[in-house]
Structures are given as structure tokens and as C-alpha cells.
């Protein structure tokens, strides 16, 4: 419980004009892209990594609840006071602190925005894959919480990818380095990492520093449009075997065209069952062979039409659409919960079709994106959480959708982790013995409970 008197102890570090406390203010933290809604007592703003070391020496004193967050852009309510407390709000610690070209690095606060910060290093010729669909609201230190993932995943893999190290502040208030500058570092277990997904529950992250690639040269953007389902997963499987490596590979179906159509008009054909968006990078002759063959297999496996882009403003354009996806399809429906399951790559026609037979049976409308290339669905479940009836329809088929994933070898979440959304399928996944040491590390980091208090691990049966 925030007292008044601890509150003023939060003052004392940030001064009254740090603090949020009305409840108009309070709300808008009471959420984030999930669909419950929690209200936290009061929402603190640091600007440096001294100040999160005091409010948590403060908060451990009198055993206050606290619940890191960065944009609240996340799928699974990891960022909401679930239990009350307070929301310690990073947005305001949104410096890069250096950008290191020689040695392909960068340091950055948690409160820099993944887009702004991609736009910088590409200024100098550098280039920061991860990139989340959220990436212009997203910040750094949410991805790296989040272990965020995107359309570059199958190329250029994950957030943790490319992380090399943290400075991060216990729930005791003690600050500690992990990881390095180095580009090889096996000095001890692998805290960063570990950190790295936690889903803010094991300390709080006031400084990352992440590796950078050479920014590719060229690009090319490919959009393939498909009769079936069958044909689109096809090619998916083709390219793969090919063991040709794009750097994006989506897949949108006919619910998301016609959503995309009747909000952006794109002239996207509203016959469709899917569309592929593809993109290759690399060195230009690179990037050409490689637009060339893809094409061929777009064609070959059947797909109706295929555009290449012949410009960057083209690529733009044709990403627009994948871009405004959650968007378009959001209007449909009041509330929208967007499923995760992820399979290897081989079920990925299998998992579509799966879905689309789940949706029949439950009779609820079900959009699915996909990151085609990872086997990451994103199955949109359009609904009315106002309607318990049809709230448990949704239930179930998320329930059938996990069954089918865990069947064919797959996971609860490919990269919106599992927050309170997904808490309750954990033992589907996890071994009683990895739920326990998971629980033991907690205690070490936070051995009285008061950081993201009513996370997964709490939550888990
Ligand atoms: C339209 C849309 C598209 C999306 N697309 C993708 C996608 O393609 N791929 C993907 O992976 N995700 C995606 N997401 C989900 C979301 O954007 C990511 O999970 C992202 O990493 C969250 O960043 P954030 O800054 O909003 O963090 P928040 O949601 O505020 O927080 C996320 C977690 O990090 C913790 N946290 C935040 N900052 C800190 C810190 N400094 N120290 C300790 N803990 C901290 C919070 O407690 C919470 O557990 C999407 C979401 C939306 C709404």
C-alpha cells in the first residue's frame, strides 16, 4: 500500500512534477495492448539510473510493489500494476549515449524509441535489425524485457541477438553491470541473457548496450498474391529448402486484405486467400539473384501475381500494407486479442488452415498474420469482451489454437511472451523442475516479491 508518507519519499528524489497521482493521469497506465486493465497507485518517471536505485532502496524498505514499463505497447499485460503499487515509467531516460562505429556498438537508455534509434545508426551506415511491428512506439528497454522479435526475425533473428550487455538495478536498489563491450565475452553465467525476456521481473534495465551490423546496401521488396492458402505455404517451404534466407517473409490472409482494403484502400484484390510480402537484402547482385529466384518460386508454386519493387519508395509502399495491419483490422471488431503460437516452420499451412477450422468450430472471426518465415502466427481474434458468450467461445478456440501448437512441437509464444495472457497454458510448455528453478531465480533477484508483482511465474497453475 502507498502511503502518503512514502509517496513523499518518492518526491524527494523525483520532486511532485515526476509523480503521477490523479486518476485521469492514472488511467492511461491502467493499460496497454492486452485487454485488462489494472490501475496503479501512482507512475514514477526517472531520468537517471541513481534515481531507479533510490526508489526501489525506498520501495524494498517498505515493501512497495513496483512494475517497470517503457511505451505499453505489449501484448500480455506484463507492464500493468497487477497487484497495485507503483508504475516506475522509463520514457523519460531517452538518451543514446554513444554510438560506436568502429566497434559496431551502441549504448542507449531504456526509454529511447526502437525506430528513432534505427533511423540514427542508419545515418552512419550501421544498421539495428530487431524490428518489431510496434518498433515506432516500442522502446528499447521494452523489447529487451519483451525479448522482441519482428519481420527481420528469420534473417536477423531477436532482441537478444543483439544485446552485449546491461546495466541493470536489483529490487534491492544495488546497481550491477552485465555483459560487456567486447564482441566475445564468456565470463560468467550469462546474466544479460537471462535478464533479456524476463518480462520485468527480475531487475530493472537503465542501460543497454547493443551490437550493430553494416547497414545492407541494396533491398528489394516482393509482394506474391495467392488463390489458397496451400500456394503461399508452399512457397514459404520452398524458399526455406532453397536455403535462400530473406530478411522478411509475412504472410497476411483474406481477413486482413479486406480489412487493409476497406480502411487504406491499397487496391489489394479482395478475392485473394493470402499475400506474401518478401523482402532480400544484401550487396546489389546479391539482392537481384535472389528477387529473381524468389519470384520464380512465387510463380511456380502459383501465385496469380508478383511485384517486384523497383524502388526504395516502392518497397515503402508495398510495406505499408503489413504495416497497417493490427491497425486495419482492430476497427473490425470492440476488442481484438492477438494469439502468439509459434510452430516450426514445416506446420506453417497445417497451423493456418488449423486455425481457420477452429474459428469455424467456435464460430468466431479469426484474422491471421504470420512472420511465415519463423512459423510465428498471429492469429487476430475479433470479438466483444462485453459478451461473456461469445468471450468463451474466443476462450476456447485460444485453447484449441496452444493444442494444435504444442501437438506439432511448437511453443505458447514466439515473441509477445506470456504476461497473464498465457500464464495458465505455461505447464503445457514447462516441466514442473523448469516452473521451480525459474521461481528460485526470482527469489534470488527479488526475494521479497516486489518487482512486476502477478507475473507469469505467479500466475502459472
Ligand atoms: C501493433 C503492435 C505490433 C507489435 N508487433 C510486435 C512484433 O512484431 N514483435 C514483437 O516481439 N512484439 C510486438 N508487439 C508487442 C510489443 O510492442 C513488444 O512486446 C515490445 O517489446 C514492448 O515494448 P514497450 O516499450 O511497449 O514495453 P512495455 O509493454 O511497456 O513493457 C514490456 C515489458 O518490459 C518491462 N520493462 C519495460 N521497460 C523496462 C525496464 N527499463 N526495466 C525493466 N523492465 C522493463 C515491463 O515491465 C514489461 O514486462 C506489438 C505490439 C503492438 C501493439
Redesign the pocket.
Known amino acids: 500500500m502507498l502511503t502518503e508518507k512514502i509517496l513523499q519519499e518518492f518526491e524527494t528524489i523525483l520532486g511532485k512534477e515526476r509523480i503521477l497521482t490523479s486518476k485521469e493521469d492514472l488511467l492511461s497506465y491502467a493499460y496497454?495492448?492486452y485487454v485488462e486493465e489494472y490501475l496503479p497507485e501512482a507512475v514514477l518517471f526517472p531520468k537517471t539510473s541513481a534515481e531507479v536505485s533510490q526508489i526501489m532502496k525506498v520501495a524494498s524498505t517498505h515493501r512497495v510493489f513496483v512494475?517497470?514499463?517503457?511505451?505499453?505497447?505489449?501484448?500480455?499485460a506484463?507492464?500493468l500494476a497487477k497487484q497495485g503499487g507503483v508504475i516506475?515509467c522509463?520514457t523519460m531516460?531517452n538518451r543514446v549515449l554513444e554510438i560506436n562505429k568502429p566497434n559496431r556498438y551502441a549504448v542507449v537508455e531504456?526509454?529511447v524509441v526502437v525506430s528513432e534509434f534505427q533511423k540514427e545508426v542508419e545515418k552512419i551506415g550501421l544498421f539495428y535489425p530487431p524490428?518489431?511491428?510496434?518498433a515506432t512506439?516500442?522502446?528499447m528497454?521494452?523489447?529487451?524485457?519483451?525479448?522482441?522479435?519482428?519481420?527481420r526475425g528469420i534473417k536477423y533473428g531477436?532482441?537478444r541477438d543483439y544485446l552485449m550487455g546491461l546495466e541493470?538495478v536489483l529490487p534491492s536498489g544495488e546497481v550491477i553491470q552485465t555483459g560487456s563491450l567486447t564482441a566475445k565475452d564468456v565470463t560468467g553465467y550469462d546474466l544479460t541473457r537471462l535478464i533479456c525476456g524476463s518480462?520485468?521481473?527480475l531487475?530493472?534495465?537503465?542501460r543497454i548496450i547493443v551490437r550493430l551490423l553494416p547497414k545492407p546496401k541494396a533491398r528489394r521488396t516482393l509482394q506474391a498474391i495467392y488463390h489458397t492458402i496451400d500456394q503461399a505455404g508452399n512457397t514459404v517451404a520452398r524458399i526455406v529448402e532453397e536455403g535462400i534466407i530473406p530478411a522478411t517473409l509475412e504472410l497476411m490472409d483474406k481477413v486482413i486484405i479486406k480489412a487493409l482494403e476497406d480502411y487504406a484502400h491499397l487496391g489489394l484484390p479482395l478475392d485473394a486467400e493470402a499475400i506474401l510480402l518478401i523482402e532480400v537484402d544484401g550487396d546489389q547482385a546479391s539482392v537481384e539473384k535472389q528477387a529473381g529466384m524468389i519470384a520464380e518460386f512465387c510463380r511456380g508454386q502459383g501465385a496469380r501475381d508478383v511485384r517486384v519493387s523497383q524502388s526504395e519508395k516502392e518497397s515503402e509502399q508495398l510495406w505499408m500494407a503489413r504495416r497497417g495491419a493490427?491497425?486495419a483490422v482492430a476497427r473490425m471488431r470492440p476488442s481484438c486479442v492477438?494469439e502468439d503460437a509459434t510452430v516450426p516452420v514445416s506446420f506453417l499451412t497445417r497451423a493456418i488452415k488449423e486455425v481457420r477450422t477452429i474459428a469455424q468450430r467456435n464460430q468466431v472471426q479469426i484474422a491471421v498474420l504470420a512472420?511465415a518465415g519463423d512459423g510465428n502466427l498471429h492469429p487476430l481474434v475479433l470479438c466483444d469482451l462485453r459478451d461473456q458468450e461469445e468471450m468463451k467461445r474466443v476462450e476456447k478456440a485460444m485453447d484449441e489454437i496452444v493444442d494444435f501448437a504444442m501437438a506439432v512441437g511448437g511453443v505458447l509464444s514466439g515473441?509477445?511472451?506470456i504476461?497473464i495472457a498465457k500464464a495458465k497454458y505455461l505447464p503445457r510448455q514447462l516441466s514442473p523442475q523448469a516452473l521451480n528453478l525459474m521461481r528460485a531465480l526470482k527469489k534470488t533477484f527479488d526475494p521479497q516479491g516486489i518487482l512486476?508483482p502477478g507475473?507469469f511465474l505467479e500466475c502459472a497453475p
Open positions: 496497454d495492448a512494475t517497470p514499463r517503457g511505451a505499453g505497447s505489449g501484448l500480455a506484463c507492464s516506475l522509463f531516460m531504456p526509454g524490428d518489431p511491428g510496434s512506439v516500442a522502446t528497454g521494452g523489447t529487451v524485457l519483451m525479448n522482441a522479435g519482428g519481420m531477436v532482441t541493470v518480462e520485468g521481473t531487475a530493472l534495465v537503465t493490427f491497425g492477438i512472420h515473441e509477445h511472451g504476461g512486476n507475473s
